[in-house]
């Protein structure tokens, strides 16, 4: 004879009503401080999942712990883990061999960067700052979590990983004050640039800092003079021991590294020449060859392999996620995977929104299950035109495309024109 499931049996691992609310109102730092970034890393993807019981399990239970355990699955379903697409583990794979090699140089002055390029929803701030946090926790790790090159007598913070934003309106000295901003360091409003760069240079290596990250670097625009300057600041910091890593939307377009083509072949952006080589025969840009640029892709869903990845991904989202009524299969059998992929794009970003989105609705609604239906209802927005990196889209020449057609001039009235005094004719 079975003895019968307790209520604590039914929700052994659910966190205590206190505890949960403090889950859900609890507010986070800003990544862009060094709190803030070790909070993501110590805290990314520790959210358990609320545990799985069956309808009449959940009916059983005293009306106060339900209402605890749909707060848990609401949160559960709200948080999607991070996984390990193919596109993830490409950004992943090329930080972590660009990290290890420059953390192990010598005598180079230069560090090589890393350049992550895609469009909105694509994951690209996510899947750096993970692979960033997976390198700092083995960096710490094997320095014994001390910064190996501290100053007898201090006790600076060891950051080997700085996260910061471009700023929206950047100058090189709103960067300077970013970098600074992440340790909270004080600023003389009078400081000069060079006091500021030095300042910054100062800090980098009495943090122990081993990667800088700059997100949104798109806010850049080569057309402007402050923009150009704060890439060449960028480039000098590279000197610093330090390996940048630049997040952005479309970086071949916005002409960060001049206009690129996508090179079917051997799947990697080509740079045209510059007219100064043809010119003068000499390459001057420096920013191509200092930087290894990776595109971030979405899934697809041509090939079997192809197709395999994108339901493997289905799969472990549907293991997440916490409906009364979902069954095996909910979002990879049948034509669930198709309709998916016709509605997201393959585009990691909104294929989460729309199923978090999703499961929402269906336990709101009290259906407690996802399906085509359901989903029908939910609108989410995609950014057009998208842009898939073996069929690239190459924006049109700025100066070209701000240039109207010229009309033809009407001719001036001549009617009252004043001719000055006739001249008559034979004197």
């Not at 691992?13 to 890393?41: C, M």
């Not at 006790?155 to 080997?160: C, F, K, Q, T």
Request: some cysteine; proline content about 7%.
């Amino acid at each position: 004879m079975t003895r019968a499931l307790s209520h604590d049996d039914l929700l052994e691992g659910l966190p205590s009503r206190g505890r949960i609310a403090e889950l859900i109102l609890s507010s986070y730092p800003p990544r862009e401080t060094y709190v803030g970034w070790q909070h993501y890393r110590t805290h990314c993807g520790s959210l358990v999942p609320a545990p799985v019981i069956s309808p009449r399990q959940w009916s059983m239970l005293p009306e106060i712990r339900r209402y605890d355990y749909d707060l848990y699955r609401e949160l559960t379903n709200a948080n999607l883990p991070l996984q390990d697409t193919p596109m993830h583990a490409k950004v992943g794979k090329l930080i972590r061999r660009r990290l290890s090699g420059n953390t192990r140089k010598k005598d180079d002055p230069t560090r090589a960067g890393v350049m992550v390029s895609g469009w909105g929803h694509y994951g690209k701030t996510a899947s750096v700052c993970a692979a960033a946090a997976v390198f700092e926790d083995q960096w710490l790790e094997l320095h014994s979590h001390l910064n190996p090159g501290s100053v007898p007598g201090t006790r600076d913070l060891h950051a080997p990983v700085i996260y910061i934003s471009t700023p929206v309106t950047a100058t090189p000295k709103s960067l300077c004050a970013s970098i600074l901003g992440f340790f909270r360091a004080p600023i003389r409003p009078s400081a000069t640039l060079p006091e500021l760069v030095r300042q910054v240079a100062d800090s980098l290596y009495d943090h122990g800092a081993k990667a800088l990250i700059l997100d949104d670097i798109n806010r850049l625009r080569m057309h402007r003079a402050d923009d150009q300057d704060v890439l060449d600041l960028m480039r000098a910091f590279m000197s610093l021991d330090v390996t940048l890593i630049l997040a952005a939307v479309n970086i071949p377009g916005i002409g960060l590294l001049r206009e690129a083509k996508w090179n079917k072949k051997t799947r990697q952006w080509e740079m045209p020449p510059l007219e100064s080589t043809r010119i003068h025969g000499l390459e001057i840009t420096q920013t191509e060859h200092r930087f290894e640029l990776v595109e971030l892709d979405r899934f697809r869903y041509t090939t079997p392999t192809q197709i395999q990845v994108f339901i493997d991904h289905l799969e472990g989202i549907e293991r997440h996620l916490r409906l009364l009524n979902a069954k095996v299969g909910m979002l990879t059998g049948g034509t669930m995977p198709e309709y998916l992929m016709r509605r997201t794009d393959g585009i990691v970003g909104l294929l989460g929104r729309l199923l978090e989105d999703g499961a929402q609705e269906a336990m709101g609604s009290g259906k407690e299950l996802i399906d085509e239906n359901l989903l029908d209802e939910i609108v989410i927005r995609r950014d057009e035109p998208e842009q898939p990196p073996d069929e690239p889209v190459i924006p049109a020449n700025p100066s070209a495309a701000g240039k109207r057609t010229p009309q033809a001039k009407r001719p001036r009235n001549t009617v009252f024109d004043d001719h000055g005094p006739a001249t008559r004719t034979g004197s």
